[in-house]
């Protein structure tokens, strides 16, 4: 599933090419993703200039000259591309919001999980269903101070704990392993048991592993494209994630895969603590 950087990228790319570009037609595929298409049809776009672009967490706002904008979420297969209407349409493309320079703007989503919705933006540039959402892991909200703050008293395990939305955004399971593993921190322990210093540690571990990720642009294990049809390359940088019987890089013991949460954790049992 595209988490934070693969989003982030999304968005820089989209921010390159949708300002300014005026709505002339949209034309709908299909009746649904997640959410129904058919109110895109309906939201009177024709006419309406995109004016920027941006992310919160996972999502990509993509706002109009009107004061709404156009909710993104990519589910686990979400791809977008602003190319020439004439391209031939994709089997599983959805949605062509057609613009006024000859492109349209393509949502294709295999599996049908993402999601594609007009909102009115509040002052903050992004849908009020946006409000309750955590602090951005990149933002200067975010610090050791915060997520110690925030976990103290909780015994639900590290590794959940920071994939929770309500307390930091987009630190998904690919990104929670590797910034795990960089603070030498066992996903297994419970939030609450983590030190001050700890904290800090992993907070900043957590900015490290997302920045680089978006430099590399973001990570392909499985269906995740970005906007120009490259594979996000971060991938290449794993050190644990997926790696389960492979040595540990930092001391050559084996990786040991567990279920947390419904989701898979990879850690080093000997040089995580």
């Known amino acids: 599933m595209p988490e934070l950087p693969e989003a982030e990228n999304i968005a820089r790319a989209l921010a390159r090419v949708l300002p300014g570009r005026r709505i002339t037609r949209v034309e709908i595929f299909s009746p649904a993703m997640r959410t129904p298409l058919e109110p895109?049809?309906?939201?009177?776009?024709?006419?309406?200039?995109?004016?920027?672009?941006?992310?919160?967490?996972?999502?990509?706002?993509?706002?109009?000259?009107?004061?709404?904008?156009?909710?993104?979420?990519?589910?686990?297969?979400?791809?977008?591309?602003?190319?020439?209407?004439?391209?031939?349409?994709?089997?599983?493309?959805?949605?062509?919001?057609?613009?006024?320079?000859?492109r349209a703007f393509r949502f294709e989503c295999t599996r049908r999980f993402s999601v594609c919705e007009v909102h009115p933006l509040t002052g903050s540039g992004f849908p009020a269903c946006l409000d309750r959402l955590?602090?951005?892991?990149?933002?200067?909200?975010?610090?050791?101070?915060?997520?110690?703050?925030?976990?103290?008293?909780?015994?639900?395990?590290i590794k959940n704990f920071i994939m929770e939305n309500s307390v930091v955004v987009g630190v998904g399971n690919i990104y929670s392993a590797e910034s795990l593993f960089a603070a030498g921190i066992d996903p297994r322990r419970p939030a609450g048991s983590l030190s001050r210093r700890e904290c800090r540690t992993l907070a900043a571990a957590i900015r490290d592993i997302l920045s680089r990720a978006i430099d590399a642009g973001g990570t392909t294990v499985s269906d995740f494209l970005?906007?120009?049809?490259?594979?996000?390359?971060?991938?290449?940088?794993?050190?644990?994630?997926?790696?389960?019987?492979?040595?540990?890089?930092?001391?050559?013991?084996?990786?040991?895969?567990?279920?947390?949460?419904?989701?898979?954790?990879?850690?080093?049992?000997?040089?995580?603590?």
Not at 71 to 88: D, I, N, T, Y
Not at 244 to 268: K, M, N, Q, Y
């Open 40 to 102: 895109l049809a309906a939201a009177g776009l024709p006419g309406r200039r995109f004016t920027a672009v941006r992310r919160r967490a996972r999502y990509v706002v993509a706002a109009l000259d009107d004061g709404r904008g156009i909710l993104m979420h990519f589910g686990m297969s979400g791809v977008v591309r602003v190319e020439p209407a004439e391209v031939p349409k994709r089997k599983h493309e959805h949605l062509f919001i057609h613009l006024d320079d000859g």
């Open 134 to 157: 955590g602090v951005e892991p990149l933002g200067d909200d975010f610090s050791g101070e915060s997520l110690f703050a925030a976990a103290k008293g909780r015994r639900g395990c």
């Open 226 to 273: 970005n906007v120009d049809g490259s594979e996000g390359k971060f991938a290449q940088e794993l050190r644990v994630y997926g790696r389960d019987g492979e040595a540990c890089p930092r001391c050559g013991a084996t990786i040991e895969r567990c279920v947390l949460g419904g989701r898979s954790a990879f850690f080093c049992p000997r040089c995580m603590h």
